[in-house]
């Protein structure tokens, strides 16, 4: 599977996680990624504990199979080295403030001119262009200005944010698609493309049942905790020993657990006859589950559900998922070396293909650990793209 994108190069001018996140999907399908950063500081996230031995386990998880080169883009010779990477690159992903690669003369305008079949693309806050587009942001600000932190949390509860740093990784999903699809493209066109890719716009796009249910009826979308606003019983339930999450989604499902608790006449209550219904009536619904719930273990219920072929799960903690033996099957937590030689693990990329996943897993870089191997490569690659 690593294969796909081999002889593709990417030059990375990323820091923390959108960015990086979406270079490093690349670098899994099999792209040459180069990570340039500033010989002091580098990725900021390299500061970030847990450090094993003085290494970033965060910084390890979004940085494997890349290498690393430190420039200081505002030196001239520096500048000089980056432009001259990029003249050899397929593609460039940045995750700057807009303006910033313009005034390094980093930008597509300028670089594109010498290397028309450059896909780049920016990442941002808002946006390259508009009236925010100046203003910088993190996963927290943008959960918040894209609505997300109004749908998350329990009904009348303070605002909470996704776990998961959602407007990140969905943003470095985005960009890691649109490049491969650009790169698709200009194997037919020959020509390259700008991305413009907004934390902003992913995070409102990701949120389509949201945004429709506005557009639907006019109102906001508002906490459920667990629940759904079409669905019920669709949420997690308070158990003797726990909370069990239960989707019975549909009106067989339905059927199926009423069934299971021993409360046939479920099916035919009035307020439980639809999918609709079910939603209207959920804390009614809700209450006569968990009173069915409270005499029993989550593992009971696990038991019992699944034997009737009702979707449902714990309420796992991350070393519990990790635990589980779908993990192990599909062989997706390997053991890594850090470039310091310490011994740790990562997750590795989900994706099969032909039933395969990766092969090998390239560590994380040292800062700069590449520098000289990649700049002895620029007169090849630049070589190499004049003559394409």
């Not at 996680?17 to 500033?38: C, I, N, R, W």
């Amino acid at each position: 599977m690593t294969g796909f994108l081999e002889g593709v190069r990417v030059i990375e001018f990323c820091t923390v996680a959108a960015g990086p996140f979406s270079t490093m999907l690349l670098a899994d399908m099999g792209a040459d990624v180069v990570k340039v950063e500033h010989p002091k500081t580098g990725d900021t996230m390299r500061a970030w504990p847990p450090l094993t031995d003085n290494y970033s386990e965060n910084f390890a998880s979004l940085n494997r199979n890349k290498r690393s080169v430190a420039l200081d883009l505002k030196d001239p010779d520096g500048n000089a080295a980056a432009r001259a990477l990029v003249a050899g690159a397929d593609v460039v992903i940045e995750n700057n403030r807009p303006g910033v690669m313009a005034r390094l003369g980093l930008d597509y305008a300028t670089v594109s001119a010498g290397n028309p079949g450059l896909v780049y693309c920016s990442i941002s806050a808002f946006g390259q262009t508009g009236p925010r587009a100046k203003e910088g942001g993190f996963d927290l600000t943008l959960q918040a200005m894209a609505g997300v932190m109004s749908v998350t949390g329990e009904p009348g509860g303070d605002p909470v944010k996704c776990g998961v740093p959602i407007s990140d990784f969905t943003t470095g999903l985005y960009a890691g698609f649109a490049v491969a699809s650009a790169l698709r493209g200009r194997a037919h066109t020959g020509k390259g493309a700008f991305i413009d890719a907004s934390m902003f716009g992913c995070s409102l796009a990701v949120a389509a049942l949201q945004t429709s249910e506005y557009f639907g009826n006019g109102t906001d979308p508002a906490k459920l905790g667990s629940a759904h606003p079409r669905n019920a019983p669709y949420q997690a339930f308070r158990t003797r020993d726990g909370h069990l999450a239960l989707a019975a989604g549909n009106n067989s499902l339905f059927a199926a657990t009423c069934r299971a608790i021993e409360r046939p006449d479920l099916i035919d209550d009035a307020r439980f006859g639809s999918t609709g219904l079910r939603s209207q009536h959920q804390d009614d619904l809700r209450e006569i589950l968990e009173k069915y719930f409270a005499d029993r273990t989550v593992d009971e219920l696990l038991t019992l559900f699944r034997a009737a072929g009702v979707p449902c799960a714990p309420i796992n903690t991350y070393s519990q998922a990790l635990a589980d033996p779908q993990v192990e099957h599909m062989d997706w937590v390997r053991p890594l070396t850090l470039p310091n030689g310490s011994q740790t693990r990562t997750f590795v990329s989900p994706l099969r293909v032909d039933g395969r996943g990766p092969v090998d897993i390239a560590p994380p870089p040292l800062l700069g650990q590449h520098t000289d191997e990649v700049l002895a490569e620029l007169d090849v690659a630049t070589a190499a793209r004049g003559a394409s």
